[in-house]
């Protein structure tokens, strides 16, 4: 009788294939369509060259288990996250109802004197609160331990001294005296965190996951060093932080960036002898939220959510739809509470801890991303660490923000909604404005920003600028040319009228003249191309087209420009725009 207990020997009749048997295969494949393997590799803004296959000769060091040193599959043993809710102004009826509809924990980004007010039937034991007062996190921090004092039972939360964070948003002189005095009054609170090391900063400047992973290290390591020197032994120093990080569309890249961040600060905590996990708040990311389809950035912000939620962040903070627009309505925090509810108690994320460890991939993502980080890290501290080294910091993330807008102007980085695929006849969003965000220090981009300007310009003009798609021969000769043409200029704000079906020259000059447009570009096939474009080009400018443009790249013939996948997307909006004279 076969042993029960024995080993299933699976697939062990077949031969064991080898990476470059694959890689053959795969170049077979490609050859037939033209395209090369490099179309199938792929580089992160920190350098990290991602490949198609991962196999276990792409090996990393040993993670060890959940709750363990270094902490890499995370720093607990049972899964699950806390559903922290950000609310920007006070208001006791939105946050009872994030408390009584799903959310964990509150994140209050209000002025101290309207804490007391908005907690007042908040039961304090059962919802951590953490509190973000800014440049006033003195005042903040001290209001919410003196409410903390009337708790019935332990409570939990932080008290948001991050004297670093606000001068990197603002260059103020830090005040590294307020964290002392807010680590003393909170010594009765052994639950309780003092201090954010907050790396949406960096990352909201246009900064890469490795330049946030390694600035926001830098500013831990001042804390330790600040409150070391203070007399905080440096087992508890460890423990009065917390930490703030972006989770993004890049789902893959989310979950390395938290596992990464944890075995960095496990090296950092290992060196003083104070070996703690990392405490994590995830927050899905500002940057990648759009104002034009903001409908879409329920997508965005489910994929980082569940980014964060399996590379084990304690808390995740999903942020609403229309958050780029102004402050939330209640639907808006209802979806955005809904969305963790959803991924928690029907996806069951929460069920097993780092179900992405011992994935090749994520795996060797994790160590690549963890080395380019303590490499930015050293040059951090190389240049006298923070704040001293922000020029440094500053210099090196305003280069990865150009190389990053160049690839969203280009369309490399596509924003679904926005530059691609947009919606020209979508009804604005409209919300009562959020209090504005100090400035001075790292700027606060968005990756949508510059083809949103763009649509905000064409709106306002007393003439909608248009660009007439002429379009060659039957249908099917120009749909795949012409709907592109469209989804590039609508992306800008700008009307496509098209010509349809048509016949010969004479056909598209007289619908060209029916448009109104000034502006034309042709749409076809190559083999239309060949036969009509120069002479439609002419005839176009002879009926007062100021520009010809050409979908494509194939024609000879006289044309003003070109459009084409890859093409200088934002660029050519911007050029059309000018030659309308529509202000920008």
């Given at each position: 009788m076969m042993d029960p207990i024995g080993e299933l020997p699976l697939a062990a009749d077949f031969a064991t294939p080898d990476r470059e048997q694959w890689r053959e295969l795969v170049l077979g494949v490609l050859a037939k369509s033209g395209a090369d393997y490099s179309t199938l590799e792929s580089t992160t803004y920190d350098g990290i060259r991602v490949h198609p296959l991962y196999t276990a000769a792409d090996t990393a060091p040993d993670g060890g288990l959940p709750g363990t040193t270094p902490f890499t599959r995370g720093g607990r043993t049972q899964g699950g996250w806390d559903v922290r809710q950000l609310h920007r102004v006070p208001d006791r009826e939105a946050v009872l109802a994030d408390l009584e509809n799903g959310a964990t924990s509150l994140w209050l980004k209000i002025p101290a004197e309207s804490?007391?007010?908005?907690?007042?039937?908040?039961?304090?034991?059962?919802?951590?609160?953490?509190?973000?007062?800014?440049?006033d996190f003195l005042a903040t921090g001290r209001e919410i331990l003196g409410i903390w004092e009337s708790?019935?039972?332990?409570?939990?939360?932080?008290?948001?001294?991050?004297?670093?964070?606000?001068?990197?948003?603002?260059?103020?002189?830090?005040?590294?005296?307020?964290?002392?005095?807010?680590?003393?009054?909170a010594e009765r609170f052994p639950a309780v965190r003092v201090a954010v090391v907050?790396?949406?900063?960096?990352?909201?400047?246009?900064?890469?996951?490795?330049?946030?992973?390694?600035?926001?290290?830098?500013?831990?390591?001042?804390?330790?060093?600040?409150?070391?020197?203070?007399?905080?032994?440096?087992?508890?120093?460890?423990?009065?932080?917390?930490?703030?990080?972006?989770?993004?569309?890049?789902?893959?890249?989310?979950?390395?960036?938290?596992?990464?961040?944890?075995?960095?600060?496990?090296?950092?905590?290992?060196?003083?002898?104070?070996?703690?996990?990392?405490?994590?708040?995830?927050?899905?990311?500002?940057?990648?939220?759009?104002?034009?389809?903001?409908?879409?950035?329920?997508?965005?912000?489910?994929?980082?959510?569940?980014?964060?939620?399996?590379?084990?962040?304690?808390?995740?903070?999903?942020?609403?739809?229309?958050?780029?627009?102004?402050l939330?309505?209640?639907?808006?925090?209802?979806?955005?509470?809904?969305?963790?509810?959803?991924?928690?108690?029907?996806?069951?994320?929460?069920?097993?801890?780092?179900?992405?460890?011992?994935?090749?991939?994520?795996?060797?993502?994790?160590?690549?991303?963890?080395?380019?980080?303590?490499?930015?890290?050293?040059?951090?501290?190389?240049?006298?660490?923070?704040?001293?080294?922000?020029?440094?910091?500053?210099?090196?993330?305003?280069?990865?923000?150009?190389?990053r807008a160049a690839n969203l102007a280009d369309r490399t980085d596509a924003i679904t909604g926005v530059s691609e695929f947009p919606n020209p006849t979508e009804t604005p969003v409209v919300r009562t404005p959020a209090p504005e965000e100090p400035g001075g220090g790292l700027p606060r981009v968005r990756y949508a920003q510059a083809f949103e300007a763009l649509r905000d310009a064409a709106e306002v003009s007393p003439t909608r600028p248009a660009v007439?798609?002429?379009?060659?021969?039957?249908?099917?000769?120009?749909?795949?040319?012409?709907?592109?043409?469209?989804?590039?200029?609508?992306?800008?704000?700008?009307?496509?009228?098209?010509?349809?079906?048509?016949?010969?020259?004479?056909?598209?000059?007289?619908?060209?003249?029916?448009?109104?447009?000034?502006?034309?570009?042709?749409?076809?096939s190559e083999k239309s191309y060949a036969e009509l474009a120069e002479p439609v080009a002419d005839a176009l400018r002879a009926a007062g087209a100021e520009r010809v443009?050409?979908?494509?790249?194939?024609?000879?013939?006289?044309?003003?420009?070109?459009?084409?996948?890859?093409?200088?997307?934002?660029?050519?909006l911007e050029q059309t725009f000018d030659a309308l004279g529509v202000a920008r």
């Open positions: 804490l007391a007010p908005v907690l007042a039937e908040v039961y304090l034991d059962l919802a951590p609160v953490v509190v973000d007062g800014g440049s708790a019935p039972g332990e409570v939990h939360g932080n008290v948001g001294a991050d004297p670093l964070g606000v001068f990197v948003r603002t260059r103020r002189e830090p005040d590294f005296a307020a964290l002392t005095d807010l680590v003393r009054r907050d790396g949406l900063p960096f990352h909201e400047a246009g900064g890469s996951d490795a330049e946030e992973l390694g600035a926001s290290l830098a500013v831990a390591v001042a804390y330790l060093r600040h409150l070391v020197d203070a007399g905080v032994p440096a087992g508890k120093a460890v423990r009065l932080l917390e930490f703030r990080y972006a989770a993004t569309a890049d789902q893959f890249l989310t979950i390395a960036k938290f596992r990464a961040a944890r075995r960095l600060w496990a090296r950092v905590t290992g060196v003083v002898d104070a070996p703690a996990p990392q405490v994590q708040h995830a927050v899905t990311s500002p940057a990648m939220t759009t104002r034009r389809d903001p409908w879409v950035n329920m997508l965005r912000t489910t994929v980082a959510c569940f980014g964060a939620g399996l590379g084990g962040a304690d808390s995740v903070t999903v942020l609403p739809f229309d958050h780029a627009i102004g939330p309505d209640d639907f808006s925090r209802r979806i955005a509470r809904n969305t963790q509810s959803l991924l928690i108690e029907e996806s069951r994320l929460g069920g097993v801890v780092d179900p992405a460890g011992g994935s090749w991939y994520v795996e060797r993502l994790t160590d690549d991303l963890a080395h380019a980080a303590w490499a930015w890290f050293r040059e951090i501290e190389a240049a006298g660490g923070l704040p001293q080294a922000f020029d440094l910091v500053e210099e090196r993330i305003a280069a990865t923000w150009a190389r007439f798609l002429a379009t060659l021969g039957p249908v099917a000769a120009h749909t795949a040319r012409a709907g592109f043409a469209a989804n590039l200029f609508q992306a800008g704000g700008i009307d496509t009228p098209t010509a349809g079906a048509t016949t010969g020259v004479d056909d598209v000059v007289a619908r060209f003249r029916e448009s109104g447009a000034r502006i034309a570009c042709l749409c076809g443009l050409l979908a494509g790249k194939e024609s000879t013939a006289r044309v003003d420009g070109y459009v084409f996948t890859g093409c200088p997307a934002l660029d050519v």
